[in-house]
T-cell receptor, first 118, second 115 residues
Framework: GAGVSQSPRYKVTKRGQDVALRCDPI?????LYWYRQALGQGPEFLTY????????KSGLPNDRFSAERPEGSISTLTIQRTEQRDSAMYRC????????????????FGEGSWLTVV | AQSVTQPDIHITVSEGASLELRCNYS??????LFWYVQSPGQGLQLLLK??????LVQGIKGFEAEFKRSQSSFNLRKPSVHWSDAAEYFC?????????????FGSGTRLSIRP
C-alpha cells in the first residue's frame, strides 16, 4: 500500500492474554518506529529499528513488551500478559532514511492499533 | 534528555480568527523541531519542520512556525483558521545519537473552532 499499514486496527483482549500488533511500513523504508499514545497524551516513544536491527528500545516500559523486525520490513510489537494499563493506541511509523537529521527525511505514521485490555 | 512542553491543553478560536499554538523545547544543541496534526480517526500528519536556516518555516494547510532560540520556542501560527482545522496538534523535537534518532512529542493542544 501507499502508507504505513497497521493491524489489527482495534483489539480487545482479556487481562493476562498476549497480544501481537503488526506494522507494515512503506515499501523500501529503512527505519521503523513504535510509539504508544494514551488518551489525551502525545505519542510516547517505545522502540526503533534500522533495517532489522533494533537500535533503541529504551522506551519499552518493561520486559512484557518486545518488538522484532526479522527481515527489515514488517515489524511485530508483542505484549505478553497484558494489563489494563497497557490500553492505548499503538502507532507505527517509518522513514525512508536512517537518521532524522538528514534533510528531507520524514517519518510517516500509520493510523494506529487501538488496544483495550479488559 | 530532550523534552517539549505545550502549555495549552485546549484552545477555542472563532472561524476566520488567527491562531497561535505555543511550544517550548529543552535541548542543548540546535534542535530539530516538528509540528504534527492529528485529526479524529486519522494518523499523524506532518505540518512542517525546522532543521536549520530560515527561522520562519512554512508548512502545509497555510500553517507556519517560527523558531526563536532565545525563547526556546517554536510556536505554530495560522492567519485565519477554518472549521476543518479542528484537531489535536503536537509539537515535537528530534533526538539524535549517532545514526539512531527518534522524535519526542509534547502532550498536545486540542483546537476547537467556534462557528
Amino acid at each position: 500500500g501507499a502508507g504505513v499499514s497497521q493491524s489489527p486496527r482495534y483489539k480487545v483482549t482479556k487481562r493476562g492474554q498476549d497480544v501481537a500488533l503488526r506494522c507494515d511500513p512503506i515499501s523500501g523504508h529503512v527505519s521503523l518506529y513504535w510509539y504508544r499514545q494514551a488518551l489525551g497524551q502525545g505519542p510516547e516513544f517505545l522502540t526503533y529499528f534500522n533495517y532489522e536491527a533494533q537500535q533503541d528500545k529504551s522506551g519499552l516500559p518493561n520486559d512484557r513488551f518486545s518488538a522484532e523486525r526479522p527481515e527489515g520490513s514488517i515489524s511485530t510489537l508483542t505484549i505478553q500478559r497484558t494489563e489494563q494499563r497497557d490500553s492505548a493506541m499503538y502507532r507505527c511509523a517509518s522513514s525512508p532514511l536512517q537518521g532524522l537529521a538528514i534533510s528531507g527525511n520524514t517519518i510517516y505514521f500509520g493510523e494506529g492499533s487501538w488496544l483495550t485490555v479488559v | 534528555a530532550q523534552s517539549v512542553t505545550q502549555p495549552d491543553i485546549h484552545i477555542t478560536v472563532s472561524e476566520g480568527a488567527s491562531l497561535e499554538l505555543r511550544c517550548n523545547y529543552s535541548y542543548g544543541a540546535t534542535p530539530y523541531l516538528f509540528w504534527y496534526v492529528q485529526s479524529p480517526g486519522q494518523g499523524l500528519q506532518l505540518l512542517l519542520k525546522y532543521f536549520s536556516g530560515d527561522t520562519l518555516v512554512q508548512g502545509i494547510k497555510g500553517f507556519e512556525a517560527e523558531f526563536k532560540r532565545s525563547q526556546s520556542s517554536f510556536n505554530l501560527r495560522k492567519p485565519s483558521v477554518h472549521w476543518s482545522d479542528a484537531a489535536e496538534y503536537f509539537c515535537a523535537v528530534g533526538e539524535f545519537h549517532g545514526s539512531a534518532s527518534k522524535i519526542i512529542f509534547g502532550s498536545g493542544t486540542r483546537l476547537s473552532i467556534r462557528p
